[in-house]
């Protein structure tokens, strides 16, 4: 009876093309579903949040901070695109537990992973990574690679994007000071005044970060951070670490051409300049960038700044951070969003988390800290988090989800460039690529009320910078998901819109 | 056949009263094993790493950076407080991943857990769980309180130590400037410097932490972490926050009663000293303390330290924060190491991870931060992990796994007491609380040669500051097991010491 027990599972689950047959062999191939038994559309009861989220609110304050608590959910009944909240209100999710969600609620593939009695028991034996990894851990890391390295050779894997950013710039530091060392050894000067803070070993370096970038709340990504006040207020900071401008291009682009050329040029230059003046005080060892800065406004920049940038970093040994936290795991229409940019040079370390389950950074090899335990913490990462992943990267091969997000994409541009179109008094600056798309509102009162109407309606969206609308839909979000969604948008565009008229 | 693949688990898992029963009716009492199909002891088969490990070693080299890689696991085969290698060499473990797994490997409590669909949706839909989290949240956080809270009212979850420790700075800085600010708003001043890292918005506050301390390794950690060059060699720290000397007693502890006590007020002193030096340029907004000193070296300090401390805190309105990242859940014989200390009041902030599975602190209503989103990210946390706690908490229970460990710590202490009085050469200053015992070898390479042979023998240790050895084994760790280590000790020990008087 007891082996029943412990071995509840069977050791040969489905396999995934099967599993996927299932998921897919309903309706007309062009409005069916990737995930099985999926709501046919959004059905609202009651206002948000209902009174039975109000209700567990009103417990989990007891012993909680709620203040940005939105409604509780029912993971049960959420499925494939469809979140499902404590009083059944059936919403379309563009916006996927902040763009964390890469094949949506409860698919098939992922509910099938831990029938698997090795998997089960990787999940459970949570080892310290670092030190004594698992018998199946380099196979899982050789395929991961195979699949998804952007062309860098190595990995460290961690538990989140903060401390993936922590550990990227700590990497960039000490790479900084072993390229100065050279062969020689910590002197012991620097060794007892590393243990204090103090010079020279700890020493003044800094990381060079962009204005409206978001790269974590921990106290270092803090100090890389510059979307809000409200994130960073009371937090003391790095306070001579540099920041420079991200352009801030007009758009549509096609008409802005030569102006936001100039905009990537100053940008540049300025860049350069705080290279070189940090030089006499507080040298810059890494520059932090997302490819898309997403919680500061879904700001754009052409791949001609991110390969310019490539080449300054190159030039003044400065480490190139590519932040793909938000960015990664395909919503773009390429699995890395860097990849759009056809650098010459694949960046120094890659940075992930989210939709990846997993968290970490991929790196160089000349980048790479040699001595043991420099980079380490006690897990190094969660072998649990990278089986789902495994199954996250078959089904997304399997069922082409990179291509069905360019499909995807490209309905909802045309349908957002259209209400753009009908709105041009309410909405402007459409810009994305793949689903990874955001559209501006005129003001940040309006941008909420579409927000919370979108809501009212059945529609689960969220915003970014200050007056952005951002789409962060799972991989598996169709374009009749797109139509449902710019069916629902409209509408509430329009009655805001006769709203404004009346005042 | 869909259905049979997403629903392929049964409702309703066997009860953990019924697990328990089967997995202890073997065997005599005194020695049955807490785990089924725990081995009845070590076996060695190659030297470690062996053939095997080396060969998955080489395949892991091309993908990371192996340094700190002892050898490969085989975690299906890994019963109890036994690991089994890939060369199937059976060690008995005294370290435990790091003093991370309180039920040993593969529990049958913890195979279970996830037989459970409503559980196994929580584990694959990871929320954001500070906007959207799961119905079933609110009952999840209560049952966790009544169980484990150290008298405290608010609970944050966290993914790991580093960002448990991270947060419950920010926090104390947060509300520090709170306390100064009153009801009045942030200003524009605020809000505008703190955007680019300056003041006032980004404020000169400081953290006092205590030599020797370790307290993780992400950036701001690392400026409280003192334990040892090579974790903080190369990266900037805040130069400005206060670092007071931890008591340094002498063993054994009954005969140094008086020099102890001097030390403690030596230490209490400084850190007034500190807070007052402090007010003029960067005030003590946190003060952050382990309550064993654990990657430093197995430090203890008295009760009555703990409690002056607190005192000092109070008076100088500093958030009082004990780390129980390695002393929480169990270890010392209480839940929290911070409880033998008497307070009379609870601390501020109690920082968890580790053998926790789920990360966090638990916090006063007075220091948490009101404003939604100020201590934040993505997913604040992990029901994955929190499901896995509430499993090992009924079984922690259900067991009396507490006085488990107190007598396992008898015989352990004990056991050492004797190996020290017949080594008095080589082994020294035996101090612990429940399993959590450490002994010092005389010099650092006599401990490394310990460590070395012990796993040459069958035994899975750690080492600790420059010569200790500490015992980490987990919760289910027994009389016997004791005893079986003990005899492969006393024989290391003893052919380490023909050796030495060889020579």
Not at 41 to 65: A, E, F, H, R, W
Request: with cysteine; glycine share 6%.
């Amino acid at each position: 009876m007891l082996s029943k027990l412990v071995k509840p599972v069977c050791r040969n689950p489905l396999p995934i093309e099967n599993i996927l047959k299932l998921a897919t062999c309903r309706g007309n191939a062009s409005v069916a579903n990737l995930v099985p038994e999926e709501p046919s559309g959004p059905s609202m009861k009651t206002d948000i949040p209902g009174p039975k989220s109000k209700q567990l609110m009103k417990q989990l304050s007891n012993v909680y901070n709620l203040g940005s608590t939105q409604y509780l959910v029912n993971y049960e009944k959420s499925s494939g695109n469809y979140i499902v909240d404590a009083d059944d209100n059936i919403m379309l999710d563009t916006y996927t537990q902040i763009s964390t969600m890469p094949l949506g609620y409860n698919h098939p593939a992922l509910l099938n992973v831990f029938n698997d009695e090795h998997n089960l028991k990787s999940l459970i034996n949570r080892p310290a990574l670092g030190v004594y990894p698992g018998i199946d851990w380099p196979q899982r890391m050789e395929n991961l690679f195979k699949q998804v390295s952007p062309k860098l050779p190595k990995i460290t894997p961690m538990m989140c994007g903060a401390c993936s950013n922590e550990n990227a710039i700590k990497t960039s530091f000490i790479a900084y000071r072993m390229r100065e060392r050279g062969d020689k050894d910590f002197t012991e000067v620097e060794k007892k005044s590393s243990i204090m803070n103090q010079l020279p070993g700890c020493p003044e370096l800094s990381i060079l970060s962009f204005r409206g970038a978001f790269h974590g709340r921990t106290v270092a990504t803090l100090s890389c951070t510059h979307s809000m006040a409200i994130h960073k207020l009371d937090v003391p900071s790095f306070a001579h670490w540099p920041i420079a401008t991200f352009p801030m291009y007009k758009y549509p682009l096609e008409e802005n051409r030569r102006e936001n050329e100039e905009i990537d040029n100053k940008c540049l230059e300025e860049v350069e300049d705080l290279i070189e003046v940090q030089k006499k005080t507080c040298p810059v060892a890494g520059l932090i960038i997302e490819p898309i800065q997403s919680e500061g406004g879904d700001n754009h920049a052409s791949p001609e700044f991110f390969q310019k940038l490539q080449k300054i970093c190159k030039k003044n040994g400065v480490a190139y951070i590519i932040d793909e936290v938000q960015t990664g795991c395909g919503p773009t229409g390429k699995f890395w969003c860097h990849e759009h940019f056809n650098l010459p040079n694949p960046p120094d370390i890659v940075t992930f988390s989210k939709k990846m389950q997993m968290a970490g950074f991929f790196h160089s090899d000349e980048i790479t800290v040699k001595h043991p335990s420099r980079i380490f913490n006690t897990w190094m990462g969660d072998p649990g988090k990278t089986i789902l992943l495994e199954a996250i990267l078959e089904v997304i091969k399997t069922q082409n989800l990179l291509d069905q997000v360019n499909r995807t994409g490209k309905r909802l541009f045309e349908g957002l460039e259209q209400l753009q179109k009908e709105f041009p008094d309410m909405l402007h600056s459409l810009r994305g690529r793949g689903t990874f798309i955001a559209i501006n509102a005129k003001g940040s009162e309006l941008r909420d009320n579409i927000i919370k109407n979108l809501k009212k309606n059945g529609v689960q969206s969220g915003g970014c910078g200050t007056e952005s609308i951002r789409h962060r839909p799972a991989l598996i979000f169709k374009e009749h998901h797109a139509d449902i969604y710019l069916d629902i948008l409209r509408n509430v565009v329009k009655d805001l819109s006769k709203g404004k008229k009346r005042n």
